[in-house]
């Protein structure tokens, strides 16, 4: 016959079992968010189809991991794992109301910039504006692409949905398929496009550069980069921050939601809108 201690150390080990499976579930997903990576480490950054990803300075996911999991099983029923919280950031206020529209298209947008103008793009975000200018003599199809984008609406409501603050520094935004709370990364228009301006391609602070998924990849992530960052010639710079650099250092000063060196922006960073202009 089955006593009642019996019974209560029964149901608390079925606890801890469906626990430990959710953790190794929950694990899962985290890899497939992927790291960026930086400095002398390998790197390549997603987009379109991806998010910024490598192996080494960033595999503290998996480590934590496979050190939770390894913990002996308690005698009573373990705790509910609990959600990050989310902290106010100076300066940033509510996103306005607004969900993005996630167009998809089949193919590059065709070509309408006058390579020969200066471009402008404006970033209204939730903590605040951002100033770019964009390259469209070197980048052609990347400011194309981007000023496509932009007139579509297709980066209104939108989250920045990875900020690193280790190795490499930088804000990743533009897919419309990222949350704040949920692994993003993997979102993009449908289309990609091949890459530009890699010669002798540098990323100081200020540079605006592309994420892709590998070669000739580019949909519609971009990286802000906030510091100097050390990156090989592998993602298409297509302008600079003229205004609101301090905005971007401000999100990266509050640090990840997670707590470690790359996640989500604990400011849940929005785009209100996105705007380009020919100047």
Not at 1 to 22: C, G, I, N, P
Not at 164 to 178: F, H, R, S
Request: proline letters at 6%; aromatic letters at 6%.
């Amino acid at each position: 016959m089955v006593t009642s201690e019996q019974r209560r150390r029964q149901l608390a080990r079925e606890k801890y079992e469906r626990q430990a499976q959710r953790r190794a579930e929950a694990a899962v997903a985290r890899k497939r968010r992927n790291t960026i990576l930086g400095a002398s480490l390998a790197v390549v950054v997603l987009a379109g189809g991806g998010v910024l990803v490598g192996t080494g300075a960033f595999d503290s996911d998996d480590k934590k991991d496979s050190s939770s999991s390894a913990q002996a099983a308690p005698t009573q029923s373990a705790a509910e794992p609990t959600a990050p919280t989310r902290k106010p950031v100076e300066g940033c206020g509510d996103p306005a109301p607004g969900s993005p529209n996630g167009k998809q298209w089949q193919a590059e947008p065709a070509m309408s910039v006058d390579t020969s103008a200066a471009y402008t793009a404006t970033l209204e975000t939730n903590c605040g504006k951002v100033t770019l200018s964009l390259d469209a003599a070197k980048a052609p199809h990347t400011v194309n692409s981007f000023a496509f984008l932009a007139g579509e609406k297709y980066f209104d409501h939108t989250k920045c949905h990875r900020l690193t603050t280790g190795g490499i520094y930088v804000l990743q935004c533009g897919d419309p398929t990222a949350s704040a709370t949920a692994p993003g990364g993997t979102g993009g228009p449908g289309y990609k496009f091949a890459d530009e301006n890699l010669t002798g391609a540098t990323y100081p602070a200020g540079t605006v550069a592309m994420a892709n998924a590998g070669p000739g990849t580019n949909g519609s992530q971009f990286f802000l980069v906030y510091k100097d960052t050390q990156l090989p010639p592998n993602y298409t710079p297509f302008g600079k921050i003229t205004g609101g650099l301090d905005v971007v250092q401000k999100i990266a000063a509050a640090g990840t939601l997670e707590g470690g060196t790359d996640g989500h922006p604990m400011a849940d960073v929005t785009f209100n809108s996105v705007i380009t202009a020919k100047s």
